[in-house]
């Protein structure tokens, strides 16, 4: 009889456990996440007499791994890894290249400049979400560094040539915010693209920055 009583004990011991480790293991969760967006890009600069002619736009696919702060995880941290391409459009003419480029603004030109970039973004996340909810409301906002590479330059009368004139690297803030799949997203340079020793004609510095505006798509 006091075996009878001992395994029952046991096994309602055992169930509690196992029942007490599968609801920890419910409030431990990732949202580890795909994305995708697609932005318009507004050029921020510092060009007498320059004009955007035209759409500016940027394209960035990911993965970011999820790192929960807190036990039902709605505050998390993320860090990911991406790959961007830039599209920007304005009337900045290359007069010169070399060692140090120079740059012309010239009335009426509709100049190309394209690149890509390996993106790693680093953010702070905040969500309603839950273990069982995928549709949820989210806030997420953080640093992208991103490395360039893959720079070429389409000057309006056709044809198209490698140019040496961004950064290797540079910096940017961003944040987005919506629910379920769809998100509003926002990211603004913190640096000009442009290294320091590329010139204008007039010896100074173009400096040029880019805010994106768009949508950002996560998946599950």
């Not at 190309?112 to 953010?123: A, K």
């Not at 379920?180 to 320091?196: A, H, M, P, Q, V």
């Amino acid at each position: 009889m006091k075996v009878r009583y001992l395994l029952f004990g046991l096994c309602m011991i055992m169930g509690g456990k196992s029942f007490a480790q599968e609801e920890e293991d419910k409030t431990k969760y990732r949202e580890d996440q795909f994305y995708i967006s697609f932005a318009l890009q507004f050029q921020q600069e510092d060009i007498e007499g320059f004009k955007q002619n035209g759409f500016s736009n940027n394209f960035q696919i990911g993965f970011v791994r999820d790192m929960s702060l807190n036990a039902n995880g709605t505050i998390a941290l993320g860090l990911g890894l991406g790959y961007g391409y830039n599209k920007l459009v304005s009337n900045l003419n290359i007069e010169s290249e070399g060692s140090n480029t120079v740059f012309a603004v010239r009335e009426g030109q509709k100049n190309l400049q394209n690149f890509s970039s390996l993106v790693i973004p680093f953010s702070f996340r905040f969500r309603t979400s839950t273990a069982d909810r995928t549709d949820f409301w989210r806030m997420y906002g953080g640093f992208k560094y991103n490395l360039n590479f893959g720079a070429h330059f389409n000057p309006f009368y056709g044809g198209s040539f490698e140019n040496d004139s961004l950064r290797k690297n540079n910096t940017a803030v961003f944040l987005s915010m919506g629910y379920n799949t769809w998100n509003l997203f926002l990211e603004y340079d913190l640096n000009s693209i442009y290294k320091s020793e590329v010139q204008l004609q007039n010896t100074t510095h173009p400096k040029l920055q880019t805010l994106k505006l768009g949508l950002i798509f996560y998946i599950l």
